[in-house]
């Protein structure tokens, strides 16, 4: 999936119970997005009113590599401009990932 926005909800999506039953998945992909820049957006220094596309384009967009080591998934992000805020933002370290028997998830900084 490339990635859900805020306004990603179909513009003919109309509040029968027929066409919200087709789009349940588009309501709660959107909710879930918004759910998720809004938390990101309070953890970031200076973000707090950032606007979805603009932490879209300085920090979900970032690229990196994933390691599968067994006993931990590392996501190391590459460099980037915004990289000290990331660095600056209130996020946990490592986060326990209870469906995968409870391996830890930790980010990396390049």
Known sequence: MAGVRVDALPS?????SRTLAANAPYVVLSVLAHTICAALRRRLP??????PD???RRFLN??????NRRSE??????R???S???RQASLPETITVPWWGGR???YQYA
């Open 73 to 78: 998934i590392v996501v190391r992000l590459d």
């Open 104 to 106: 830890p998830l930790r």
């Open 84 to 86: 000290p805020i990331l």
């Open 54 to 56: 603009t932490l879209q």
């Open 12 to 16: 003919r999506l109309l509040c029968t």
């Open 46 to 51: 200076g973000y707090g009113s950032a606007t």
């Open 80 to 82: 980037r401009t915004y």
């Open 62 to 67: 970032t690229g990196g590599i994933i390691l």
